[in-house]
């Protein structure tokens, strides 16, 4: 079945630092791709997202492209804060999701900023 | 922006005993709401979707008698551990999509509840 794998964490970068979190999936025909994000304390919210080959979503400084040849899309920031600081998630959603809006996410990475 | 609360954030329980956790949509009605489960550096993995006033429809494994979910209006749904046994601790995520949402990036997230059964 589809599937979604994320680099284990966690990650931890010094402010200003170059962010990239690898996220590789398993899927029949074109699923959706999306990025989210759960401060401390909150609920996952949406990041980023791409919804075919070779679009690039990007919110916040962040961005991530669709790379179907791959099947990637790895997370990236050039210069990270320590109010980046979260658990990031790694989502798709197939192509077929029975009308329903269906996510299926990866593990988790989460990322440590300091000072 | 839209808001989902789960509560309790955080229930300790005895084996064999029920626990149930709330998920509300505190400013938009929600036709559907999804129930998800996490287990340490594990996927996040979806237990069951359910609309408003019908029954929830469970994924596969996931055992709808031990699981019980209960979205009986459209700012509320409840998910039911019934009998609880130490395997069933876990991180529990629910997320509620408004009326008439269109796309997957309308779901909107709950802040998680962890269930210990001792």
């Known amino acids: 079945g589809d599937s979604v794998t994320q680099m284990e964490g966690p990650v931890t970068l010094s402010e200003e630092a170059f962010l990239t979190i690898n996220c590789t999936y398993t899927a029949t025909g074109y699923p959706s791709l999306f990025w989210y994000v759960q401060y401390p304390g909150e609920g996952l919210q949406l990041l980023l997202k791409?919804?075919?080959?070779?679009d690039k979503g990007s919110n916040k400084g962040f961005e991530a492209t669709y790379r179907k040849e791959t099947t990637s899309f790895h997370l990236e920031k050039g210069s990270v804060q320590v109010s980046d600081s979260a658990v990031y998630f790694c989502?798709?959603?197939?192509?077929?999701?029975?009308?329903?809006?269906?996510?299926?996410f990866g593990a988790g990475t989460r990322l440590a900023v300091h000072p | 922006g839209a808001v989902v609360s789960q509560h309790p954030s955080r229930v300790i329980c005895k084996s064999g005993t029920s626990v149930k956790i709330e998920c509300r949509s505190l400013?938009?009605?929600?036709?559907?709401m999804f129930w998800y489960r996490q287990f340490p550096k594990k996927s996040l993995m979806l237990m069951a979707t359910?609309?408003?006033?019908?029954?929830?429809?469970?994924e596969q494994g996931v055992e709808k008698d031990k699981f019980l979910i209960n979205h009986a209006s459209l700012t509320l749904s409840t998910l039911t551990v019934t009998s609880a046994h130490p395997e069933d601790s876990s991180f529990y995520i629910c997320s509620a999509s408004p009326f008439l949402a269109v796309s997957t990036d309308t779901q909107y997230f709950g802040p998680g509840t962890r269930l210990t059964v001792l």
């Open positions: 400013d938009f009605q929600a036709t559907t």
């Open positions: 791409a919804t075919k080959a070779d």
């Open positions: 359910s609309n408003e006033g019908s029954k929830a429809t469970y």
């Open positions: 989502a798709l959603e197939p192509s077929f999701s029975g009308g329903y809006n269906k996510l299926i």
